[in-house]
C-alpha cells in the first residue's frame, strides 16, 4: 500500500470525514439534551410563578400544597419563602445520586421575566441550575433554586448506536473499495511497464478484463496504448527527417552556420570547415568575425553586435584568411514571445562577380566619360546650328502677310516652312531636352486657369507653412476660366516664379493673381519696359512692339501676379535683369559670362540665382521669359527694394471660355459674413468676392470693443432678414494674444529703466498700449463666447497644430489659401437652419422657382456636401506607426469617413472617454507601447462598451486571429490594408 499513497491519503481523508461526522452528531445531540433539561428549569419554575401567584394571602401550608403538585415533584430545588412578618420557611428536595443543597443563598437576578399585574419575578439561568424570586404584592417573597435535571443517556436506544454502526459499515465499503482501486492500479502499472516505444509496430488493445475493470481505467490503458504507438510513429518519423537533415546541412555545397544570440557559433556544416580550415568542436567558443570581414565600418559593427538584428539582411564580406568575396545572408529566428533566440547564416561565394562588376563599372565610368563629351559636343553643335535658325525664325514670324504681294508672300511661306522642318529636324536628331530649347513644338489646348492657380499654389503650401509665410491666392470673377495655351510650359512658369519668391521672402507673404487687363494697358507696359531696356542697348525694339500689339489687338490679356513681401531689388539690378532676358547671344557667350561671374561675388541675390538657376537648379528666368514669348506673352517686373517684387506673366486670351468660377447662389445674399482677417491683400480679395455673389459683408483687419458694438447694432437690425456669420484669421488672434503679452513685458522693461521724473509719462504710454491690445482681444473673445454666432477659424498652419480650446469654440475649420468653393460650402452647411428658420416656406418656394435650375441643384449639392461631411462617421485609429497612421486616415477619407489618432492602448481609453458619443468604430492595432490592442480591447469590454473594434494586425494566422476574438474584437483585418475589405467592415458594422 506504501507505493499506492494516493489511495492511503484517499482512505485516511475519508475515515476522517466519518469520523467529524460522527462527533459533530454526538455533539449535537448531547446538546439538544442540556437545551430540554435546561427548558424543562424554565417551565416548572413558570408554573411555580403561577400557582404561587393564584394565593392571595399564602402561608407555609398553601406553599407546601404547591410543591406537592406533579410539575416539581421530580426536580431538585432549594425554596425560601419569606412572609411579610419576617418569618422565612425553607423547603428543599434533591433527587437520587445528588448532592445536598449547602447554605442558604438569596439569588441576585439580572434577568426580568414577563408578570402579571399581582406579583413581579425574575429569573437567570446557568449551566446547572435556574435562580428564580417571585414577589407578591402582599408582601410575600419567595427565591427558588432549580436544578437542571442531569444528562440521562440510554446506550440502548438507536439513537446512540445506530450512527456508529452506519459510519462502520461505510468505512468497511470505503475500505473495499481501496483495495479493489489498488488491484486495478497494480494492473496498469504493469501494462505501462511492459509498454515499449520500440517494440510497438501496431495498435494493441490493453489486456484488461472488462468485467474486473472500472471504463476509467480500460479508456486510460486504451489511451496509453494510442499514445505508445504514436511515440513509436514520431520516433521513426524524427529519425527519418534527421538522416535528411544530416544529409542536406553537412553536403550542401554552401557553408552554412548557426549563431546564438549573443553571437558565439553553435554549429557550422563540413562545407564551412572545409572553406575556412576550421573543424567543428562544441568546446570552442568560435565567433563570426573570427572568419569574415566587411569593408565598410557600418557592416563591421553589425557582424560584432548580432543581438541587434531584427530582420533579414544580406550583406557583403571577405574571408578573414582567403580575402574572397561572399553574400552573407544572416536571419534572425524568434522564440514565441517575439524576443532573438539566434541566427541562421548562409555565405554565397561571389568573388568572380564582384571582379566582373568592378570591370564593368570602370568600362561604364569610360563610356560614361565618353558620352558626357558626346553630350557636350552635341549641344554646342546644337545651340550653334539653332541660333541661326531661331534668328531666321524670328526675322520671318513678325512680317505681316498683309503687306506682302502674292510672290513675295510665297516666298515668305516657303521660307517659314522649310526653316521650322530644319528646326524640327534638327531637334529630333540632336534630341535636345524641351527646357533647353527657347523655341519649341508646342501642345496648345484649352487649359483651366483657375485649377491650375490651385494647382501651382499647392505645390508651394509646404514652404510657406515651414517659412511661417502667408499664401494668398485670388482668381477674380471676370477671369476667362479657360484660355488656349499650352498647359506644361505656364505651370512651369509660375511654379518657378512662385519658387523665386519664396525663395527671397523671409517674412510676410507670397501672393498669386488671376486677372484680365486690355490691350491698351498692355501696350503701354510693353512700350514702358522696352524703353527702359533700349536706354542702354542699341539694337531698336520698335518693330516687336508693333508686330505684337498688331498680333493681339484683337485679344484682352490674362494677367498672373505673383507679388511678395521678400528682399526686393532694387532699380539699377532690375535694369540689368531685364537686359540679361532680352539679350541674344549665343550658348558660348553665355557659359564664359557665367564662368567669369563665378569668381566674383554677386551683386545682387536675385540676379545670382536668375542667371546660375537658368540649366542646372530648374526652369531658370531666362527659361521662363522664353517660354512667356513662345506662348504669345511677357514678364514684367516691378520691385522695391526692402518691400518685396512682383512678377506679371500677360498672355493673350486666344478662345477664352467664361465659364462661372463663383456660382451665384440666392441663399448666400441672406448671409452676413462677418471677417476679421490679418492680411490687408486676403481681406481686399474677400471683399471683391462677397460683391460678386452679393454676399452682405463686414470685413476688417481689426476688430474692437467700438467697432464691435457697431456690428452688434447693425446685427440687431438685420436680425430677421439675414443670419450671421463669423469667419476669424487664425493668424490675427495670435497676433492679438501675443502683441498684448509683448506690451505688458515691454512696458514692464521701460518703467524700470528711465529716469524718475519720467516714470508717470512712460507708465501712461505703456498702460495706454496694453489697454488697446486688451481691447482688441476682449472683443475677440466677446464673439467667440457667442454660442449662437456660427464661427469659422481659417489658418496656415494644420487643424492638429491648433489649440484644441479655439477649435471647440468654433464650427469649421480651412486652410489657407482658402478655396473659395469650401469656403462656400461652409458658409451654407452652417447657415442653412437659421436662414430655414428666418425666411418663410412659401419664400424659398417663390426663390426656387425664380432662379434657374443649375442653381437649384448647385444649393442642394452643397448642402447636402455639407450635411455628408458634418454626419460622417468618426472612426479611431489605433496604431503606434507614423506612416500607417497617415494611410490609415488617407484610406478612411477616401471612403468618406473621419478619424482620430490614438499612438497606444491608454490614449485610445482617454480618447473614447472624451468623444465617445461621436466614435462609431475603432481600428486596433494589436502590439503597441504602453499598453497594447488587446489588453485595451479588454479594458473597453470591461466597462461594458459594446463598439466595434477591427483588429489590425501584420500577423494573419489563425491564432492571431483567435486571440482578437477571445478579448472581444469584432473583426480581423491583415496589413497591409485592403481598401475594399475595410470598406466592407465599416459598411457592416456602422449603419447608415
Given at each position: 500500500?506504501?507505493?499506492?499513497?494516493?489511495?492511503?491519503r484517499?482512505?485516511?481523508?475519508?475515515?476522517?470525514?466519518?469520523?467529524?461526522?460522527?462527533?459533530?452528531?454526538?455533539?449535537?445531540?448531547?446538546?439538544?439534551?442540556?437545551q430540554?433539561?435546561?427548558?424543562?428549569?424554565i417551565?416548572?419554575?413558570?408554573?411555580?410563578q403561577?400557582?404561587?401567584s393564584?394565593?392571595?394571602?399564602?402561608?407555609?401550608?398553601?406553599?407546601?400544597?404547591?410543591?406537592?403538585?406533579?410539575?416539581?415533584?421530580?426536580?431538585?430545588?432549594?425554596l425560601?419563602?419569606?412572609?411579610?412578618?419576617?418569618?422565612t420557611?425553607i423547603?428543599?428536595?434533591?433527587?437520587?445520586n445528588?448532592?445536598?443543597?449547602r447554605?442558604?443563598?438569596?439569588?441576585?437576578?439580572i434577568t426580568s421575566?414577563?408578570s402579571?399585574?399581582?406579583?413581579?419575578?425574575?429569573?437567570?439561568?446557568?449551566?446547572?441550575?435556574?435562580?428564580?424570586t417571585?414577589?407578591?404584592?402582599?408582601g410575600?417573597?419567595?427565591?427558588?433554586?432549580?436544578?437542571?435535571?442531569?444528562?440521562?443517556?440510554?446506550?440502548?436506544?438507536?439513537?446512540?448506536?445506530?450512527?456508529?454502526?452506519?459510519?462502520?459499515?461505510?468505512?468497511t465499503?470505503?475500505?473495499?473499495?481501496?483495495?479493489?482501486?489498488?488491484?486495478?492500479?497494480?494492473?496498469?502499472?504493469?501494462?505501462?511497464?511492459e509498454l515499449?516505444?520500440?517494440?510497438?509496430?501496431?495498435?494493441i488493445?490493453p489486456?484488461?478484463?472488462?468485467?474486473?475493470?472500472?471504463?476509467?481505467f480500460?479508456?486510460?490503458g486504451h489511451?496509453?496504448?494510442r499514445?505508445?504507438?504514436?511515440?513509436?510513429?514520431?520516433?521513426?518519423?524524427?529519425?527519418?527527417?534527421?538522416?535528411?537533415?544530416?544529409?542536406?546541412?553537412?553536403?550542401a555545397p554552401?557553408?552554412?552556420l548557426?549563431?546564438?544570440?549573443?553571437?558565439?557559433?553553435?554549429?557550422?556544416?563540413?562545407?564551412?570547415?572545409?572553406?575556412?580550415?576550421?573543424?567543428f568542436?562544441s568546446?570552442?567558443n568560435?565567433?563570426?568575425?573570427?572568419?569574415v570581414?566587411?569593408?565598410?565600418?557600418?557592416?563591421?559593427a553589425?557582424?560584432?553586435?548580432?543581438?541587434?538584428?531584427r530582420?533579414?539582411r544580406?550583406l557583403?564580406?571577405?574571408?578573414?584568411?582567403?580575402?574572397?568575396?561572399?553574400?552573407?545572408?544572416?536571419?534572425?529566428?524568434?522564440?514565441?514571445?517575439?524576443?532573438?533566440?539566434?541566427f541562421?547564416?548562409l555565405?554565397?561565394?561571389?568573388?568572380?562577380?564582384?571582379?566582373?562588376?568592378?570591370?564593368?563599372?570602370?568600362?561604364?565610368q569610360?563610356?560614361?566619360?565618353?558620352?558626357?563629351?558626346f553630350?557636350?559636343?552635341?549641344?554646342?553643335?546644337?545651340?550653334?546650328l539653332?541660333?541661326?535658325?531661331?534668328a531666321?525664325?524670328?526675322?520671318?514670324?513678325?512680317?505681316?502677310?498683309?503687306?506682302?504681294?502674292?510672290?513675295?508672300?510665297?516666298?515668305?511661306?516657303?521660307?517659314?516652312?522649310?526653316?521650322?522642318?530644319?528646326?524640327t529636324?534638327?531637334?529630333?536628331?540632336?534630341?535636345?531636352?524641351?527646357?533647353?530649347?527657347?523655341?519649341?513644338r508646342?501642345?496648345?489646348?484649352?487649359?483651366?486657369?483657375?485649377?491650375?492657380?490651385?494647382?501651382?499654389?499647392?505645390?508651394?503650401?509646404?514652404?510657406t507653412k515651414?517659412?511661417?509665410?502667408?499664401?494668398?491666392?485670388?482668381?477674380?470673377?471676370?477671369?476667362?476660366?479657360?484660355?488656349?495655351?499650352?498647359?506644361?510650359?505656364?505651370?512651369?512658369?509660375?511654379?518657378?516664379?512662385l519658387?523665386?519668391?519664396?525663395?527671397?521672402?523671409?517674412?510676410?507673404?507670397?501672393?498669386l493673381t488671376?486677372?484680365?487687363?486690355?490691350?491698351?494697358?498692355?501696350?503701354?507696359?510693353?512700350?514702358?519696359t522696352?524703353?527702359?531696356?533700349?536706354?542702354d542697348?542699341?539694337?531698336p525694339k520698335?518693330t516687336?512692339?508693333?508686330?505684337?500689339?498688331a498680333?493681339h489687338?484683337?485679344?484682352?490679356?490674362?494677367?498672373?501676379?505673383?507679388?511678395?513681401?521678400?528682399?526686393?531689388?532694387?532699380?539699377?539690378?532690375?535694369?540689368?535683369?531685364?537686359t540679361?532676358l532680352?539679350?541674344?547671344?549665343?550658348?558660348?557667350?553665355r557659359?564664359?559670362?557665367?564662368?567669369?561671374?563665378?569668381?566674383?561675388?554677386?551683386?545682387?541675390?536675385?540676379?545670382?540665382?536668375?542667371?546660375?538657376?537658368?540649366?542646372?537648379?530648374?526652369?531658370?528666368?531666362?527659361?521662363?521669359?522664353?517660354?512667356a514669348?513662345?506662348l504669345?506673352?511677357?514678364?514684367?517686373?516691378?520691385?522695391?527694394l526692402?518691400?518685396?517684387?512682383?512678377?506679371?506673366?500677360?498672355?493673350?486670351c486666344?478662345?477664352?471660355?467664361?465659364q462661372?468660377v463663383?456660382?451665384?447662389?440666392?441663399?448666400?445674399?441672406?448671409?452676413?459674413?462677418?471677417?476679421?482677417?490679418?492680411?490687408?491683400?486676403?481681406?481686399?480679395h474677400?471683399?471683391?468676392?462677397?460683391a460678386?455673389?452679393?454676399?452682405?459683408a463686414?470685413i476688417?483687419?481689426?476688430?474692437?470693443?467700438?467697432?464691435l458694438?457697431?456690428?452688434?447694432e447693425?446685427?440687431?437690425?438685420?436680425?430677421?432678414?439675414?443670419?450671421?456669420?463669423?469667419?476669424?484669421?487664425?493668424e490675427?488672434?495670435?497676433?492679438?494674444?501675443?502683441?498684448?503679452?509683448?506690451?505688458?513685458?515691454?512696458?514692464?522693461?521701460?518703467?524700470?529703466?528711465?529716469?524718475?521724473?519720467?516714470?508717470?509719462?512712460?507708465?501712461?504710454k505703456a498702460?495706454?498700449?496694453?489697454?488697446?491690445?486688451?481691447?482688441?482681444?476682449?472683443?475677440?473673445?466677446?464673439?467667440?463666447?457667442?454660442?449662437?454666432?456660427p464661427?469659422?477659424?481659417?489658418?496656415?498652419?494644420?487643424e492638429?497644430?491648433?489649440?484644441?480650446?479655439?477649435?471647440?469654440?468654433?464650427?469649421?475649420?480651412?486652410?489657407?489659401?482658402?478655396?473659395?468653393?469650401?469656403?462656400?460650402?461652409?458658409?451654407?452647411?452652417?447657415?442653412?437652419?437659421?436662414?430655414?428658420?428666418?425666411i418663410?416656406?412659401?419664400?424659398?418656394?417663390?426663390d426656387?422657382?425664380?432662379?434657374?435650375?443649375?442653381?437649384s441643384?448647385?444649393?442642394?449639392t452643397?448642402?447636402?456636401?455639407?450635411?455628408?461631411?458634418?454626419?460622417?462617421?468618426?472612426i479611431?485609429v489605433?496604431?503606434?506607426s507614423?506612416?500607417?497612421?497617415?494611410?490609415?486616415?488617407?484610406?478612411?477619407?477616401?471612403?468618406?469617413?473621419?478619424?482620430?489618432?490614438?499612438?497606444?492602448?491608454?490614449?485610445?481609453?482617454?480618447?473614447?472617454?472624451?468623444?465617445?458619443?461621436e466614435?462609431?468604430?475603432?481600428?486596433?492595432?494589436?502590439?503597441?507601447?504602453?499598453?497594447?490592442?488587446?489588453?485595451?480591447?479588454q479594458?473597453?469590454?470591461?466597462q461594458?462598451?459594446?463598439?466595434?473594434?477591427?483588429?489590425?494586425t501584420?500577423?494573419n494566422t489563425?491564432?492571431?486571429?483567435?486571440?482578437?476574438?477571445?478579448?472581444?474584437?469584432?473583426?480581423f483585418?491583415?496589413k497591409?490594408?485592403?481598401k475594399?475589405?475595410?470598406?466592407?467592415?465599416?459598411?457592416t458594422?456602422?449603419?447608415s
Open positions: 500500500m506504501q507505493q499506492f499513497q494516493s489511495l492511503q484517499l482512505l485516511i481523508f475519508y475515515t476522517l470525514t466519518l469520523l467529524a461526522m460522527l462527533s459533530v452528531y454526538y455533539v449535537t445531540m448531547f446538546y439538544e439534551i442540556r430540554d433539561s435546561k427548558q424543562d428549569s417551565e416548572s419554575f413558570y408554573e411555580l403561577y400557582e404561587i393564584e394565593l392571595a394571602n399564602p402561608d407555609n401550608t398553601d406553599i407546601k400544597k404547591v410543591l406537592k403538585k406533579p410539575f416539581i415533584k421530580d426536580i431538585s430545588y432549594q425560601i419563602f419569606m412572609m411579610p412578618s419576617g418569618q420557611y423547603h428543599r428536595h434533591t433527587r437520587p445528588e448532592g445536598e443543597f447554605g442558604i443563598t438569596f439569588p441576585n437576578v421575566l414577563p402579571s399585574s399581582n406579583h413581579y419575578s425574575a429569573s437567570t439561568v446557568n449551566n446547572n441550575s435556574l435562580i428564580g417571585i414577589e407578591l404584592e402582599s410575600h417573597k419567595i427565591y427558588t433554586i432549580l436544578r437542571h435535571k442531569p444528562l440521562d443517556i440510554n446506550w440502548t436506544s438507536y439513537r446512540y448506536w445506530l450512527p456508529l454502526m452506519i459510519a462502520i459499515m461505510f468505512f465499503m470505503a475500505l473495499l473499495y481501496t483495495l479493489k482501486r489498488r488491484a486495478n492500479w497494480e494492473q496498469l502499472l504493469v501494462y505501462t511497464d515499449s516505444s520500440h517494440a510497438k509496430d501496431a495498435y488493445a489486456p484488461f478484463i472488462e468485467k474486473k475493470t472500472t471504463a476509467e480500460l479508456r486510460l489511451a496509453l496504448s499514445i505508445s504507438y504514436q511515440l513509436h510513429n514520431n520516433h521513426r518519423r524524427i529519425t527519418t527527417l534527421k538522416h535528411r537533415l544530416d544529409r542536406l546541412v553537412d553536403h554552401l557553408p552554412m548557426m549563431i546564438m544570440r549573443h553571437g558565439q557559433i553553435s554549429f557550422f556544416n563540413q562545407r564551412f570547415e572545409q572553406v575556412f580550415a576550421t573543424p568542436q568546446d570552442s568560435y565567433q563570426l568575425t573570427d572568419f570581414f566587411a569593408e565598410d565600418e557600418t557592416t563591421q553589425l557582424l560584432s553586435k548580432l543581438a541587434e538584428l530582420v533579414t544580406t557583403l564580406v571577405y574571408g578573414l584568411h582567403n580575402k574572397k568575396a561572399y553574400q552573407l545572408h544572416i536571419t534572425p529566428w524568434f522564440g514565441e514571445h517575439g524576443q532573438v533566440h539566434g541562421t547564416v555565405l554565397n561565394n561571389i568573388n568572380e562577380m564582384v571582379n566582373q562588376s568592378a570591370d564593368l563599372q570602370q568600362r561604364n569610360q563610356l560614361q566619360r565618353q558620352l558626357d563629351e553630350n557636350t559636343l552635341k549641344s554646342t553643335l546644337g545651340h550653334d539653332r541660333l541661326p535658325l531661331e531666321m525664325i524670328d526675322t520671318l514670324e513678325p512680317i505681316d502677310p498683309i503687306t506682302l504681294t502674292v510672290a513675295q508672300n510665297e516666298i515668305l511661306n516657303t521660307l517659314m516652312q522649310t526653316s521650322h522642318s530644319m528646326l529636324m534638327l531637334n529630333d536628331m540632336l534630341d535636345i531636352g524641351e527646357i533647353e530649347v527657347r523655341k519649341t508646342l501642345n496648345i489646348e484649352a487649359v483651366d486657369l483657375y485649377k491650375l492657380g490651385q494647382e501651382v499654389s499647392q505645390s508651394v503650401v509646404e514652404r515651414d517659412q511661417g509665410l502667408e499664401l494668398l491666392y485670388f482668381f477674380t470673377p471676370d477671369s476667362p476660366r479657360c484660355i488656349d495655351t499650352d498647359h506644361k510650359r505656364l505651370q512651369q512658369i509660375l511654379r518657378y516664379l519658387d523665386n519668391a519664396v525663395k527671397f521672402t523671409t517674412a510676410g507673404y507670397v501672393e488671376i486677372d484680365t487687363v486690355s490691350n491698351a494697358e498692355v501696350l503701354f507696359i510693353k512700350n514702358r522696352l524703353i527702359d531696356v533700349n536706354k542697348s542699341n539694337t520698335t516687336e512692339i508693333n508686330n505684337d500689339n498680333s489687338s484683337a485679344h484682352d490679356w490674362v494677367r498672373f501676379s505673383i507679388k511678395d513681401s521678400g528682399i526686393g531689388i532694387d532699380i539699377a539690378k532690375q535694369h540689368q535683369i531685364l540679361y532680352n539679350q541674344s547671344n549665343n550658348q558660348n557667350n557659359q564664359s559670362q557665367n564662368s567669369n561671374q563665378a569668381n566674383k561675388p554677386s551683386e545682387n541675390q536675385h540676379l545670382n540665382y536668375i542667371q546660375n538657376n537658368s540649366t542646372e537648379k530648374g526652369l531658370g528666368l531666362n527659361n521662363a521669359n522664353s517660354f514669348r513662345l504669345g506673352g511677357f514678364i514684367e517686373i516691378k520691385s522695391t526692402t518691400k518685396g517684387s512682383t512678377f506679371n506673366l500677360y498672355l493673350p486666344k478662345r477664352p471660355n467664361y462661372l463663383y456660382h451665384l447662389n440666392p441663399h448666400l445674399t441672406q448671409i452676413h459674413l462677418l471677417a476679421v482677417i490679418k492680411q490687408p491683400l486676403r481681406a481686399e474677400l471683399r471683391r468676392l462677397c460678386y455673389l452679393s454676399i452682405p463686414t476688417s483687419t481689426f476688430i474692437d470693443r467700438s467697432a458694438q457697431q456690428l452688434r447693425r446685427l440687431a437690425k438685420e436680425e430677421q432678414s439675414l443670419a450671421p456669420i463669423l469667419l476669424l484669421d487664425y490675427y488672434y495670435e497676433e492679438v494674444n501675443i502683441a498684448l503679452t509683448n506690451a505688458k513685458d515691454i512696458g514692464f522693461e521701460k518703467t524700470k529703466s528711465i529716469k524718475t521724473g519720467d516714470i508717470a509719462t512712460e507708465h501712461k498702460e495706454d498700449e496694453v489697454s488697446v491690445h486688451i481691447d482688441r482681444q476682449q472683443a475677440l473673445n466677446s464673439l467667440l463666447a457667442d454660442t449662437a454666432l464661427k469659422i477659424l481659417v489658418s496656415m498652419k494644420a492638429r497644430r491648433i489649440p484644441s480650446i479655439l477649435l471647440d469654440r468654433c464650427d469649421g475649420f480651412l486652410n489657407k489659401p482658402i478655396d473659395v468653393a469650401l469656403l462656400l460650402s461652409e458658409l451654407l452647411r452652417l447657415t442653412l437652419p437659421v436662414r430655414q428658420t428666418l418663410q416656406p412659401e419664400k424659398i418656394q417663390e426656387i422657382q425664380e432662379n434657374t435650375q443649375e442653381n441643384i448647385q444649393l442642394i452643397a448642402v447636402e456636401e455639407a450635411s455628408s461631411e458634418t454626419l460622417a462617421p468618426l479611431l489605433v496604431e503606434d507614423l506612416t500607417n497612421q497617415k494611410i490609415a486616415c488617407k484610406i478612411l477619407a477616401k471612403l468618406g469617413y473621419r478619424s482620430v489618432v490614438a499612438e497606444d492602448g491608454q490614449q485610445a481609453l482617454d480618447k473614447l472617454k472624451e468623444q465617445r458619443q466614435i462609431a468604430l475603432i481600428l486596433m492595432d494589436c502590439r503597441m507601447p504602453v499598453m497594447d490592442g488587446l489588453q485595451a480591447t479594458a473597453i469590454r470591461a461594458g462598451d459594446d463598439i466595434p473594434i477591427v483588429a489590425l501584420a500577423n489563425e491564432e492571431d486571429r483567435s486571440a482578437c476574438l477571445q478579448v472581444g474584437m469584432n473583426e483585418l491583415a497591409p490594408i485592403n475594399l475589405k475595410l470598406q466592407q467592415i465599416l459598411q458594422f456602422i449603419k
